[in-house]
């Protein structure tokens, strides 16, 4: 497989076939493969049909390999992916010249102790490592994710993550259809992974609340409308009957779930660190789809947004800003909307066609 700098255009007509052996089947593998593989499918250029399938369990005819032109092994972390992994290299390639990428949306080591998932990462860390290395490449989210790779493998492309509109629908800001007699609705949406879990009971305090940002929403329950989505910090479980909480959705459910909560604000706070300055700026896409401004953690995936805040104190006084001015976050939606209108969605901007370029990158081969 050629790794040249001067690329060559495929011959036309093509048939450029993707084949995704994803490590989860919901969250990052909906986002990096489930979505795009849908729309690639319709994907239209001129001469080249693009084909895309997902599987969980290894093939070991090779006939059944002869139609891909690449496979992906998407957040592959346990013994079990490394066997398969192993199997496709000694089994599949060296009769199908097919490159075998790593596909991967966070950063699997340096996971912080309190987060839920820093166990189960910190045991097969081995495995993922290997993967890597062995790998004929890697396809990341993030510039600093591609950083922190290129000691597993010097051969790392970096798709950005988008949303896919034929699920998000059409963007109504939501500054548009507020009612200024409502309290002030502020949500919070996302795993169990950002909040130490109740079962870490060995491990150090922490989480991406702070003890300073629960206080102030214990006091503030009477003047906004908090709403949490996913999850809720076990340390504010005494006022859950104060909050407005919802459990997760499904991926594909997610979009339109979030978006009827009908949210004036959405708020993302990160604990400063290179686990989550590696992380894609998936919060703001979602914030900007569901119509919010968003305030932000001052950490490298929201560093070109509006309102972005070096420490919790200042998040709190951006919460009480936006709050009291609708204008304002009219202007801070518009602002965030014009930085990410290019990046947003799958399908638009030529975006998949990027996606379709960058894997083709691998074996030296463009799109004419």
Request: proline share 5%.
């Amino acid at each position: 497989m050629s790794k040249s700098k001067n690329l060559l255009s495929i011959k036309t007509p093509a048939r450029i076939g993707f084949l995704a052996f994803n490590g989860d089947q919901g969250g990052c593998a909906v986002l990096r493969t489930m979505t795009p593989y849908l729309l690639l499918n319709y994907l239209n250029l001129p001469k080249i049909s693009v084909h895309t399938q997902w599987f969980s369990q290894y093939i070991g005819d090779p006939n059944f390999y002869k139609n891909f032109s690449f496979i992906q092994f998407q957040r592959s972390a346990t013994e079990f992916h490394l066997n398969v992994h192993r199997k496709f290299r000694k089994q599949i390639q060296p009769k199908h010249k097919i490159p075998l990428i790593y596909e991967i949306d966070d950063l699997l080591m340096d996971i912080p102790k309190w987060n839920f998932a820093h166990i189960y990462y910190k045991d097969n860390v081995h495995h993922i490592e290997t993967m890597m290395r062995e790998s004929d490449g890697i396809v990341v989210s993030t510039y600093p994710l591609k950083k922190f790779y290129s000691k597993y493998n010097k051969n790392i492309k970096v798709v950005p993550n988008h949303l896919a509109k034929f699920i998000w629908g059409d963007i109504e800001p939501k500054h548009e259809r507020h009612r200024s007699n409502d309290k002030t609705r502020i949500l919070w949406a996302g795993s169990q992974n950002h909040f130490r879990h109740p079962s870490m009971k060995n491990s150090p305090d922490g989480g991406d609340f702070s003890g300073k940002l629960m206080e102030f929403i214990r006091k503030t329950t009477d003047i906004y409308e908090w709403v949490f989505m996913g999850a809720l910090p076990m340390e504010l479980d005494d006022i859950k009957n104060k909050i407005e909480f919802h459990k997760w959705k499904n991926t594909f459910e997610y979009p339109k779930y979030l978006k009827s909560l009908n949210a004036d604000i959405g708020i993302a706070p990160l604990e400063k660190g290179i686990f989550n300055d590696c992380k894609s700026s998936i919060k703001a896409l979602e914030f900007t789809a569901s119509g919010i401004p968003g305030i932000y953690s001052n950490v490298a995936p929201y560093n070109l947004m509006k309102v972005k805040c070096d420490n919790q104190d200042y998040m709190i006084d951006q919460i009480e800003t936006l709050a009291k001015d609708v204008e304002l976050r009219s202007t801070v939606w518009n602002n965030d909307y014009k930085t990410l209108k290019d990046q947003l969605w799958w399908e638009e901007n030529d975006n998949l066609k990027r996606y379709v370029s960058t894997y083709l990158s691998f074996m030296g081969r463009k799109l004419p």
